[in-house]
Every structure is written in structure tokens, then in C-alpha cells.
T-cell receptor, first 114, second 114 residues
Framework: AQTVTQSQPEMSVQEAETVTLSCTYD???????LFWYKQPPSRQMILVIR??????QNATENRFSVNFQKAAKSFSLKISDSQLGDTAMYFCAFMRGNNNDMRFGAGTRLTVKP | DTAVSQTPKYLVTQMGNDKSIKCEQN?????MYWYKQDSKKFLKIMFS???????INETVPNRFSPKSPDKAHLNLHINSLELGDSAVYFC?????????????FGSGTQLSVL
């Protein structure tokens, strides 16, 4: 079974600074996808960034980037120039390439302080 | 236009009642899902469904049943509600091919069982 572990229940960062959220996963699959989802207080689940396991290049979306270490099964999210609107729960997620089942980590609550 | 919409947003009911949560997607996606987010914010898949296959998470009690009148709708029916069913329930959808790895979520339904 695939598991996703987020070891940081809560984190905080000053506005405009950089923060990194950790995620590790366990799988024997070779074809899979990894995601970071953001859940603000509005409860809406918003896709932040995704990574295909077969791609070595780390995905980047504006201020959000990942450090994908396939051998170590690590998938951390870096948020640069943090903004107050980044305050939210962040979920790391895993999906096998031939399966609809997306597995989520327990989440990290990020607070951006002014 | 809301891509994935679910109603109601909030549902408060007594133990033992039967209730339904509705979900509709206007993205033309082939597959729809139900996720449960517990009080600790942990997201777990309950069902995934397309017109070919219903996949049930074996940990889901049979009091929960998905009902799909058509491809754009996947409603969640819950019989004999229990206190432990209190949670936020998220509907989601994805394209079955060429984009299956990207989920679009509804804004959630907070169910409180008294």
C-alpha cells in the first residue's frame, strides 16, 4: 500500500520569506504522480503543483517549487516570497499511474505572519 | 461557473437519519470521487466511480452508497447516520485519460451528526 507522510503538523513563516514543507512517500511503483494541494479556511482544495515521477526536472509554478528526490521518495514544497494568502493547510498526495486512488498525507498547517 | 459543486455546504442531522449529499461537475470528466476529511484534517478516499467501474474503499461502511444518475453527477447517500460520520465530505472529478491525475474538488459538505 502507498503511504504519504507529512512530518510537520504546523509551520509558520514571516511574510516575504521562504518556507519548505516536507513530504515522504512509500511505494514500489515506478509510474506515479505527486501533488501538493492547498486548503485555505474556505475549505476549497486547490491544486498547487504536481510532478510526474518519470520526470527528473523539478516542477515549478511561480513562487511554488518542489524538490523531488525519487530515490529517497521525498517530495518537498518550497514557497518563496510567502504571502498572507498562502496561509492554509497543505496536503501532499500520491497517485499511481494506472489508478484513480489518490492518497493524501495528514497535512501541514502553514501560517504566514505579517 | 463552478466546476465541481456539491450541496449542501452544511448538514446538521440527528443520529439514525438518512441523508444525501449531491455533487455535480460541468467539466465533462469521466470519473468522480468522494473523499472524507476527518476532524484531524486527514483526507481518505471513499469511492471512485465512472460509467464502467465503481471502486469502493473496503473500510467504508455499507451504510454509505454512491448513486450516479448520469456522468455529471455522483451523489452520496448515507443510511442510519452515526456520530462518527461527522466530517467534511469532498466530491472530486478527473478526466479518465490524459488528465486522470488531476483532481478537481468541490468545496466540501460539513456533516454534523448530533
Amino acid at each position: 500500500a502507498q503511504t504519504v507522510t507529512q512530518s510537520q503538523p504546523e509551520m509558520s513563516v514571516q511574510e516575504a520569506e521562504t518556507v519548505t514543507l516536507s513530504c515522504t512517500y512509500d511505494t514500489s511503483e515506478n509510474n506515479y504522480y505527486l501533488f501538493w494541494y492547498k486548503q485555505p479556511p474556505s475549505r476549497q482544495m486547490i491544486l498547487v503543483i504536481r510532478q510526474e515521477a518519470y520526470k527528473q526536472q523539478n516542477a515549478t509554478e511561480n513562487r511554488f517549487s518542489v524538490n523531488f528526490q525519487k530515490a529517497a521518495k521525498s517530495f518537498s514544497l518550497k514557497i518563496s516570497d510567502s504571502q498572507l494568502g498562502d496561509t492554509a493547510m497543505y496536503f501532499c498526495a500520491f497517485m499511481r499511474g494506472n489508478n484513480n486512488d489518490m492518497r493524501f498525507g495528514a497535512g501541514t498547517r502553514l501560517t504566514v505572519k505579517p | 461557473d463552478t466546476a465541481v459543486s456539491q450541496t449542501p455546504k452544511y448538514l446538521v442531522t440527528q443520529m439514525g437519519n438518512d441523508k444525501s449529499i449531491k455533487c455535480e461537475q460541468n467539466l465533462g470528466h469521466d470519473t468522480m470521487y468522494w473523499y472524507k476529511q476527518d476532524s484531524k484534517k486527514f483526507l481518505k478516499i471513499m469511492f471512485s466511480y465512472n460509467n464502467k467501474e465503481l471502486i469502493i474503499n473496503e473500510t467504508v461502511p455499507n451504510r454509505f452508497s454512491p448513486k450516479s444518475p448520469d456522468k455529471a453527477h455522483l451523489n452520496l447517500h448515507i443510511n442510519s447516520l452515526e456520530l462518527g460520520d461527522s466530517a467534511v465530505y469532498f466530491c472530486a472529478s478527473s478526466q479518465d485519460s490524459g488528465g486522470r491525475e488531476k483532481l478537481f474538488f468541490g468545496s466540501g459538505t460539513q456533516l454534523s451528526v448530533l
